[in-house]
């Protein structure tokens, strides 16, 4: 079934009917925002009712940018990230916060700038003239509040749908071209343009036709991380958390976590309130940010202790922050179901810390009956959805829009099991993405046994005649002396079988690409990758056959940073692949062994690493990992510290004992470069000294 006749069918199935209660919700939230803010009254519109941050006057209801973010959710959603979104907004600290043409203005004069703008747009909105809006350059730093608003006062030219990538994707599925460089509303327009257009949506509404969109067609990836999170310290607030079907964290000094841009903004605050290792203030701020951008459908799971469900949930809403609230006054909603309650028959590794993430399999074991035990090696129920994990649908995006994917990063950060994913998702073998680890690697066997995924590894010696054609001995000849015969690569092999089978995806995956020399092993290949060169006939140099790249390959080659940059590859051979960084995960090595909390010492590891060397040389998740599991005994520790870690960093460091002091601090000897030699039992201490300072924020 084509794109365009499955939008047919679906929009014909659509039940328009479960569009209606919302499209009533959501005129009368228009209609309350007219209220508060008639388009006659922005002339005069006072800062202290538009921007966050501040209380408005008494009597005149909640700010223009709290309304628009957190009251008119069924008029549509502009909610996550932070504040910057409004344009300006006053920070926690009291210093106003401006987009960059505003900067340096005193805060009046900043207002009065941006309200003129937001009069000219609704006036060229009024007459038609929509282009005009786009000449406004300071609403382009708001596109989604911008969208929002216009949506609202004008309803009869603009759809409740207000992100740009969204509408972008909306707009190329009704087969328009979906321009990058073009404000949410401009594509917005295009995509009302586009919906007018079909006979399909005749009669429906603009609600109908964002609900019916993002029901089938939802743009924002079908699988997010699933957290624990802790209700305070051994669950002491689940009773109000269940009644009040929330989620509460603590940390209340931050303020808004809307105010904050990025986790270094976040990072910065946090050591100034409880100063502590770099590293594990930034795995904070990383986890703290995770939790103000959940979205409404997120799964989570509140614990107490490590052995101990509470309930499961779903988020039901976008995060607020509760100023007046006694304590725990970060909150996002949730529906709770506490028919998963139960006492696990072991603890869970990780689970000491407020946030952790769980694995999607674990989820479908801790969500299954409860009379089931909670087994290693247990699979989902028979039945049970398996959809693709976000990583894995990255990277396929990225082969549909370039063709060629080059997946880099320092080592150990699975790199090549995301290629693995990758390929089992093509092969169509989602089932084994969260099966076992046994499981995915038969799964991963029987797949390259197949015909339609290859895998290599480039070395030095690797060269045109193993990747394309060459003459190579002919070991069946009967002949006495050496023969050649014309042999065809790898890759020319894999696209004579693409050409016989169009219909089908073949890919091949490349390990340590950039170990070869490209320009040599692709020779005039380099050309032909290129998607909108698929088809085009070439003549091989050495056998002058004609040879053409089917357009339904796919390549992904896989690369270390610590051993060459990405900057020393041959610059045609880098335009023609997308680069998709794959990096350290702390959330991967959630967990701790004695005193030690594994995700904050990786990450406070990984910081100084990066400020004495650089990111590239920086350590992967899977040295702290075994068996996929997070490293769970003193003596795991022991020999992936001092013999694997600790090898790699003296090689990174060339010798230089002071170099590696820098990185492992009292753990060598300054002069000598020597390690500390202790047990493995005092090992965990001794790095949590070392590297984890002050309190942990540890409330499981």
């Given at each position: ?197 079909r006979t399909e949506f005749d009669g429906w509404s603009g609600q109908e036709v964002m609900h019916f969109l993002y029901e089938r067609f939802d743009p924002r990836p079908r699988q997010r991380a699933i957290w624990k999170i802790a209700p305070g310290e051994r669950g002491r607030l689940w009773e109000e958390c269940r009644e ?446 070392e590297f984890i300072s002050g309190p942990t924020g540890t409330d499981a």
């Amino acid at each position: 079934m084509t794109e365009e006749t499955d939008l047919r069918v679906a929009a014909a199935a659509f039940d328009r009917s479960t569009a209606r209660k919302a499209e009533a919700d959501a005129e009368d939230e228009r209609k309350q925002v007219l209220a508060w803010f008639p388009r006659e009254d922005w002339a005069a519109l006072p800062l202290s009712r538009y921007a966050l941050g501040q209380a408005a006057p008494s009597g005149s209801g909640p700010t223009y940018c709290r309304l628009m973010e957190f009251g008119t959710p069924s008029l549509g959603s502009i909610r996550g990230g932070s504040a910057a979104k409004h344009i300006m907004f006053r920070h926690h600290s009291g210093e106003w916060r401006m987009a960059a043409p505003l900067r340096g203005m005193e805060p009046q004069e900043a207002w009065e700038e941006l309200r003129g703008q937001f009069m000219r747009a609704f006036e060229a909105a009024a007459v038609g003239d929509f282009e005009a809006v786009d000449d406004l350059e300071l609403l382009r730093f708001g596109p989604a509040l911008v969208t929002k608003s216009l949506a609202t006062y004008f309803p009869e030219h603009f759809l409740p749908i207000y992100a740009g990538e969204h509408l972008r994707r909306f707009v190329r599925l009704l087969g328009g071209s979906g321009q990058a460089d073009v404000p949410a509303w401009h594509s917005n327009r295009q995509l009302l343009d586009l919906v007018r257009s079909r006979t399909e949506f005749d009669g429906w509404s603009g609600q109908e036709v964002m609900h019916f969109l993002y029901e089938r067609f939802d743009p924002r990836p079908r699988q997010r991380a699933i957290w624990k999170i802790a209700p305070g310290e051994r669950g002491r607030l689940w009773e109000e958390c269940r009644e009040g079907a929330v989620i509460r964290v603590g940390w209340d000094e931050l303020g808004d976590l809307g105010q904050y841009q990025s986790d270094t903004e976040l990072k910065q605050a946090l050591d100034a309130y409880w100063p502590r290792s770099s590293g594990a203030s930034l795995t904070l701020a990383r986890r703290l940010l995770a939790f103000r951008d959940l979205e409404t459908g997120d799964r989570i799971v509140a614990n107490r202790g490590t052995d101990e469900i509470l309930a499961t949930g779903t988020v039901s809403g976008s995060y607020r922050f509760e100023p007046d609230h006694a304590e725990y006054r970060h909150v996002v909603p949730v529906s709770w179901d506490d028919s998963h309650a139960r006492k696990l028959p072991k603890p869970q590794h990780g689970w000491r810390s407020t946030f952790a993430k769980i694995d999607p399999t674990l989820f479908a074991r801790l969500t299954a009956d409860p009379a089931d035990p909670v087994t290693e090696g247990a699979q989902p129920h028979a039945g049970s959805s398996v959809t693709l994990p976000e990583d894995v649908e990255g990277v396929l995006e990225a082969l549909g829009r370039k063709g060629q994917v080059i997946l880099h990063g320092p080592p150990g950060t699975g790199k090549t099991r995301l290629a693995l994913g990758v390929a089992l998702a093509l092969a169509g073998r989602t089932e084994a993405l969260d099966s076992t680890p046994e499981r995915r690697a038969a799964a991963q066997a029987e797949m390259l046994q197949g015909g339609r995924i290859r895998m290599v590894t480039f070395h030095p010696s690797y060269g045109y005649e193993d990747f394309v054609e060459g003459f190579k001995p002919d070991l069946t000849a009967t002949d006495p002396g050496l023969t050649l015969a014309l042999t065809d690569g790898v890759f020319h092999t894999l696209c004579a079988q693409a050409a016989a089978h169009p219909d089908e995806t073949f890919l091949l995956i490349i390990d340590e690409i950039n170990r070869g020399d490209l320009p040599r092993i692709f020779g005039e290949l380099v050309t032909l990758i290129e998607l909108d060169k698929r088809g085009l006939p070439l003549t091989l140099s050495v056998s002058r056959r004609s040879f053409a790249v089917p357009p339904n390959v796919r390549i992904i080659g896989t690369m270390n940073t610590a051993d060459r940059s990405i900057s020393h590859l041959d610059a045609a051979v880098r335009r023609r692949f997308a680069f998709l960084p794959v990096g350290p995960d702390p959330d991967a090595v959630s967990g701790t062994v004695g005193p030690l909390d594994l995700a904050q010492f990786f990450e406070s590891l990984n910081t100084r690493i990066a400020r004495h060397l650089d990111s590239d040389h920086q350590i992967g998740h899977a040295y702290l990992l075994r068996d996929g599991e997070p490293i769970a005994t003193e003596e795991d520790l022991a020999a992936a510290f001092q013999h694997e870690v600790v090898p790699l960093l003296e090689d990174y460091c060339l010798g230089r004992a002071d170099l590696l002091h820098r990185i492992l601090g009292s753990l060598v000897d300054e002069e000598t470069g020597r390690l500390a030699q202790m047990s493995p039992q005092d090992l965990p201490d001794a790095l949590a000294t070392e590297f984890i300072s002050g309190p942990t924020g540890t409330d499981a």
